[in-house]
């Protein structure tokens, strides 16, 4: 995974996750984790956290609203009640929040520090420093708001923190990640998530190095007062310039000019550097609803296939838990993706609203019996696999190798239709939204 792997825009939200939905999405958080860890290692979990693109199709499939900067504040603050009673088996601590609760980040760092036997002091001096350069070294014109510290046992660490423009009801989140950082201000972040603003001061940026010496330079050299006096003379209303007269066409004098000799190769001025090249730009639009520009139907209909063609055969022992079924395997083939799936496949995070819909009733509302069922079956899978019966898990697996064989030719509903038959059955799923419970659909009447 690359170390900067790029950028999107996410409209801000307000409000707060029902404590219906907050309860699940602490559950599904970390029964997730648990399976990525079991199959791939604690770093590899680091690793997406600090994907832009994994982490908002992680929110996603946890219910919260697919598009909205809602959901780092969300699934940070599932995973810190999931993930920390789960310290000593995982080996990772989640810290600081939103708000007052990323005040407290190097207390909690320093006593993940004395419990684990790593350096605590020197994590919360990084914590400290990284809120600092995206506060400071990178001028975005983004407050920040929200601190998340992700550290494990053997102190790798990833942080996601947020910051918000209010005038422009946007926020940019931005992705640390220790494994190869080797300096906090030569480009240090995993990613920047968020919408271009405008001309933006990028302090950490390695060309800016000079930049950061000669500051320090006009510090010492002025002082503060200097370079307040320094800087109302540059801001001081200039006299008018008198106009100029046009000048005489050059072309007739160039003969009569001496040849110059070019500079020595010392002597000559850099070429300017060529400019950094394109990151992939994941664009949250403003709409609430899903709409098919959203979704990568060719995948969904991969997904879908796979839960319709392999559910009854391959799922036989393992959906034992009662009433799961077909609905069931298909948000379990969503979820299987959320665990299996390469970088590149998450750059339609509205897909994975489709399993579990959204608290905001979109897509639509969550269906809670399938939400309980997603979760019983990922925990009894989980949970056997620590005793090593590894059958239900790798099972999971499964489903999504074929997803990915049978999204070449599967065929199936338009995201239109499924919608609308979610929300035609929404009720018999148990939906939920924040305007309460899901009643079955008014029948129009036909006319006799």
Avoid at 57 to 62: K, L, T, W, Y
Avoid at 198 to 222: C, F, H, P, Y
Wanted: aromatic share 4%; with cysteine.
């Amino acid at each position: 995974m690359t170390r900067r792997s790029g950028s999107a825009d996410l409209p801000l939200h307000g409000g707060r996750v029902p404590a219906w939905l907050g309860a699940r999405m602490t559950r599904l958080g970390a029964v997730i984790s648990q399976a990525i860890v079991h199959h791939y290692g604690r770093d590899e979990l680091l690793a997406r956290l600090a994907h832009p693109f994994w982490f908002q199709s992680f929110g996603a499939v946890m219910g919260m609203d697919w598009h909205s900067s809602g959901i780092t504040t969300s699934v940070l603050g599932a995973l810190k009640r999931g993930l920390n009673p789960l310290q000593r088996e995982l080996g990772l601590s989640v810290c600081g929040g939103r708000g007052k609760h990323s005040r407290k980040t190097p207390q909690e760092l320093i006593a993940v520090g004395e419990r684990a036997g790593i350096d605590g002091a020197a994590l919360a001096t990084a914590s400290r420093l990284i809120a600092k350069v995206d506060s400071a070294a990178v001028q975005d014109g983004f407050d920040l708001y929200l601190h998340g510290f992700i550290v494990a046992d053997d102190g790798k660490w990833v942080v996601v923190q947020q910051g918000m423009n209010g005038d422009a009801r946007q926020a940019r989140r931005y992705h640390w990640l220790s494994a190869g950082l080797t300096s906090f201000l030569d480009e240090p972040h995993s990613a920047i998530d968020g919408p271009s603003q405008g001309t933006i001061v990028n302090l950490t940026d390695r060309r800016a190095e000079k930049s950061r010496s000669a500051q320090l330079d006009l510090l010492d050299r002025l002082g503060p007062d200097g370079i307040t006096r320094e800087l109302a003379r540059i801001e001081a209303p200039q006299p008018p310039q008198l106009p100029l007269q046009p000048l005489q066409p050059l072309q007739p004098l160039l003969p009569q000019l001496p040849q110059l000799p070019l500079l020595p190769q010392s002597l000559q001025l850099p070429q300017p550097q060529s400019p950094q090249p394109l990151l992939p730009h994941l664009v949250m639009p403003a709409h609430h609803d899903v709409r098919a520009t959203d979704v990568n139907l060719r995948r969904l209909r991969g997904n879908l296939a796979a839960a319709a063609d392999r559910g009854p055969s391959d799922f036989s022992e393992l959906l034992l838990t009662p009433g799961v079924g077909a609905r069931t395997v298909r948000a379990l083939a969503l979820v299987a993706e959320v665990v299996h799936g390469a970088p590149c496949r998450f750059a339609d995070p509205a897909r994975f609203s489709l399993a579990h819909g959204g608290k905001d009733r979109h897509p639509f509302p969550v269906p809670l019996k399938v939400y309980d069922e997603t979760i019983g079956v990922l925990k009894s899978a989980v949970r056997k696999a620590r005793l090593g019966e590894r059958e239900e898990l790798d099972t999971i697996k499964r489903l999504d190798d074929q997803a990915r064989r049978l999204e070449q030719f599967a065929k199936g509903p338009s995201v239109e239709q499924l919608i609308a038959q979610e929300r035609e059955r929404s009720h018999l799923y148990g939906g939920r939204s924040v305007f309460g419970d899901e009643p079955p659909p008014q029948r129009v009447a036909e006319p006799r």
